[in-house]
C-alpha cells in the first residue's frame, strides 16, 4: 500500500482541517478548497470502525496523482482527522493517516460479491507477522477481583496469579514458586506481599523476594528468587494483561467509547466455559442460532422469527474485521460487529427514541483462551437507556439468566469442539456455511488462516496447526487434584458445588461474582430462619389451645415455609444448571 509521506500529506491536511471538522463539511464536497489541489470524489460512513465512528473521504490529490482515501474520527459532534492511538479527552498532534488507492494488480483482500477495503488507522495496518504475545488479553473484571486472596488465572494455558498488594495496586506473576514451581495463586496476602504455602516464600510488588524463612540469618537472597512480572492496565472496569516480554502497546489496549457516554449502564459477568476460545467466538458471532437455541429465554428471541440474514463485511484487516448484519424482513435495522485481535467481539446498535436523542446499545464479549478446550468469557450488556422492568430487576437475575443462555449452548459447542480436535482438518472440509446465515463464522476461521501461525495453535478456513503439546496435565490425575485442591477462585472442597466443575454454574460463573455470593449466601440464611420459624409456629400451634390461635399459627407457618421454599429456589437458580425441556412442535 502507498503511503503518502509526512510533507505531501500538509497540502491534505490544510484542505482537511477545513473540510472535515462537521458534518456539513462531510456532506459538501465543495467544501475542500481547490486551492490545495485536494478535491472530493467519493464519502461514506464506515458504521462500525474501532473505539470511534469514522468517515472516509476518496480524494483526487494532485501532489501524488492518485486517488487517497482519508479517515475522519467523530468527537462528540465534530470530525477530526484520524489520530494515531488518540481517545476523547487527550491531545496528541496528528499525523494525516491517507493513502493511494491500490491498482487491481496489487493484492487486495476480496470477498464473493467485491473488494473489501482495509482500513488505514496506524494500529489497524497488516503486519508482516502475527505473534499472540504482542496482545493485551481481558483478564478479570475490576470489581471482581479480591482484596483478600491471590487469583489463578491462564491464557493459552499460561498460569497466571493476579493480587492486590498492600497499596492496593494490581500485581500480576507467573503462576508459579521460582523454588520448586507451587502455585502462587495457593499461597495467601501477608503484609501487602504474596507467600507461597508451600515454604514461606515472599514476594513484593515488583516479583522480588523478600523472604526465605529457610536462610540462615544474615544471609543474602539470591538473586534468581523472583517471581516473573507481566505487565497489567485497569482500563475500563477491566483488568488487561500484555504477555509479551518487549515493552507494551497501549495503542493496541481496548478502548470503548460507549463507556464514555453519559448515562451509559452496563452489566457485566464472566463465565467460565469448557470449549475452546475460537468456538467461543463463533457461537458469538453466529446470530442466526439465537431465535432457534435460545427460544424465549431471551425476550427477543423467538422461533418463528428465524429467517435469511444479510451480512457486508466492510473492513478486513491482520489485527480482525467489521461490518453489518440484519434481518432480509427488516432490512433498515442494523447491528454493527466488530472483532479485533485477539479476542474481542463487539455488537452494537443504535436508534432514535421518541424525542428524537440518539440512544446507544453495546453487547462486548471479551474471550480469552485460558487454554486448549477451555475459554474465560467476560461479557459486558450496555446502553444509554434501560426499560422500566430492567431497572427494577436484581442484577444476579441477569447473571442467571446469561447463565442459561450459554448452557443452551453448551453441549453443541463442546462436542463441535470434541469433532473439530478429532477430525484434524481446517472447517472449510467440515462447514457446510451458509450465506444467509453464517458470513462471520466463515470471516472469523478466514482470520484464523492469516493471523493463525502467530497462535499456539489454530484451526482456519483453509489451514491448522494443532497443539504440539496435548492437553494431558488438565485431565491427568495430578492435573484433576491440582484442579480440585485449588483455593482459588473455587476456594476448594473436593466433592462438593465448590469443586472444579465446568459444568457447574456454581464454578463457571458465582465463584467469578461477588454479588451473586452474596445474595446466594443471603437466600441461604433467610431460608434456614425461615425454616426455623416454621418449626416454632408449628409447635406453637399445636400447644394453643384456641381454634383461632392454632389458625392463624398454621397459616404464620405456611407462609414461612413458602417463604423457604422461594429462598431454596433462588440459591438453585444461581447455582444450578438449565436443563432443556424438549416439546413436540
Known sequence: MYQLSLIQSAGITMALSQAILSDASIANPSNFAPQNSVSVLSRSLSLVQGRRPRKE?????SAVEENVRIVASQRGRRWVPFTHGGKPGKDRAFTCSATAEMSASESVQKEE????????????????????????????????VPDD??????????????????????????????????????????????????????????????????????AKIPRAACAKTYEIRDSQGVIWVWMSDKKPNDLRLPWFEHYSRPGFHDVSTIHELPYDHSILLEN???????????????????????QALTFKVTHRTQRGFAGYW?????????????FDAPCVLQNNREFADKNGVTQYFSAQFLCRPTGQGKSMLIVRFGATVRSPLAKLLPKWYFHQNAGKVFEQDMGFLSSQNAVLMKEKV??????????????????????????????????????ISLPKEP???????????????????????????????????YFRHVVHCKGCRQVMKAFQAWKNALYAISIVLA???????????????????????????????????????????????
Not at 473521504?57 to 490529490?61: D, Y
Not at 458469538?284 to 428465524?306: C, F, G, N, Q, Y
Not at 494431558?472 to 472444579?500: C, D, N, Q, R
Request: hydrophobic share 40%; with cysteine.
Open 426 to 463: 481446517p472447517t472449510k472440509q467440515l462447514y457446510l456455511n451458509l450465506r444467509s446465515s453464517d458470513t462471520w463464522v466463515a470471516e472469523y476461521r478466514k482470520w484464523m488462516d492469516r493471523a493463525g501461525p502467530g497462535m499456539p495453535y489454530y484451526i482456519g478456513h483453509n489451514s
Open 539 to 585: 409447635a406453637a400451634a399445636i400447644l394453643v389451645s384456641g381454634r383461632q390461635w392454632k389458625a392463624l399459627l398454621l397459616l404464620a407457618t405456611g407462609f414461612s415455609l413458602a417463604g423457604a421454599y422461594a429462598c431454596a429456589s433462588a440459591v438453585s437458580l444461581i447455582t444450578t444448571n438449565f436443563i432443556r425441556h424438549h416439546r413436540r412442535l
Open 57 to 61: 473521504l476518496v480524494v483526487k490529490c
Open 326 to 338: 440484519g434481518k432480509a424482513k427488516e432490512p433498515k435495522l442494523l447491528n454493527f460487529l466488530r
Open 113 to 144: 460479491d467485491g473488494n473489501v477495503l482495509l482500513p488505514v488507522g496506524e494500529e489497524e495496518k497488516i503486519v508482516g507477522k502475527y505473534d499472540w504475545r504482542d496482545e493485551w488479553y481481558p483478564l478479570y473484571l475490576t470489581e471482581q
Open 149 to 218: 486472596a491471590p487469583l489463578g488465572l491462564s491464557v493459552f494455558d499460561k498460569q497466571l496469579v493476579l493480587y492486590r498488594d498492600g497499596e492496593g495496586v494490581l500485581r500480576c506473576y507467573e503462576d508459579r514458586c521460582p523454588h520448586r514451581l507451587a502455585k502462587l495463586s495457593e499461597g495467601q496476602l501477608v503484609d501487602g506481599k504474596l507467600e507461597c504455602l508451600y515454604h514461606g516464600w515472599q514476594f513484593q510488588g515488583d516479583g522480588k523476594c523478600v523472604k526465605i524463612p529457610q536462610l540462615p540469618e544474615g
Open 284 to 306: 458469538l458471532m453466529d446470530p442466526a442460532h439465537v431465535p432457534i437455541s435460545h427460544d424465549r429465554t431471551d425476550w427477543s428471541a423467538k422461533r418463528e422469527d428465524a
Open 471 to 505: 492437553a494431558v496435565l488438565e485431565h491427568a490425575p495430578a492435573g484433576l487434584v491440582a484442579g480440585f485442591s485449588a483455593s482459588v477462585p473455587a476456594k476448594g472442597g473436593i466433592g462438593s458445588i465448590h469443586a472444579p466443575n465446568p459444568i457447574n454454574r
